[in-house]
């Protein structure tokens, strides 16, 4: 087992959590560009699913990865930027699925996301399936790994 030791100009898991939102570095060049579909939920509510296409080269059968944010989080995120840079650099198609309340617009259900929350995940990766040819990977932060996990 490997002995975590921080770095002495990083003390602490508050520091080490707030650093890395604040100051850590999102991309190379650019920042992502995302296009935004509304999926209806079959309880009337909606989940706004932010895309990075491919590129014009990397074919149909690229694999899409798919990433579930945390708590608060979205496809602006420190991490979800990295992510999307990183599947650009890699001609990786990219999403994220935001949470209901998270997408930028009040949700019309009563229902809400929460930490234990897992059942959407199925139904958001079998429409994501359902219109990528290639394959799909799915990776969550904090939250979004829980719920990952759980399903």
Request: hydrophobic residues 40%.
């Amino acid at each position: 087992m490997h002995d975590y030791r921080s770095p002495r100009w990083l003390p602490g898991g508050n520091l080490q959590t707030i650093w890395p939102a604040l100051w850590s570095r999102r991309h190379d060049g650019s920042a992502p560009v995302y296009r935004r579909v509304r999926w209806d939920t079959p309880d009337g509510a909606f989940i706004d699913v932010h895309s990075q296409h491919l590129p014009q080269d990397a074919g149909p059968a690229a694999p899409l990865l798919v990433l579930f944010h945390g708590l608060e989080g979205s496809s602006r995120s420190h991490y979800a930027e990295a992510f999307a840079a990183h599947a650009r650099a890699q001609g990786l198609a990219f999403a994220v699925p935001h949470f209901r309340g998270c997408g930028g617009a009040i949700n019309r259900a009563p229902r809400a996301y929460h930490s234990g929350d897992y059942e959407e995940i199925g139904w958001i990766l079998a429409r994501l399936r359902a219109k990528h040819p290639g394959p799909v990977l799915a990776a969550g932060v904090s939250l979004g790994g829980d719920a990952l996990l759980r399903w």
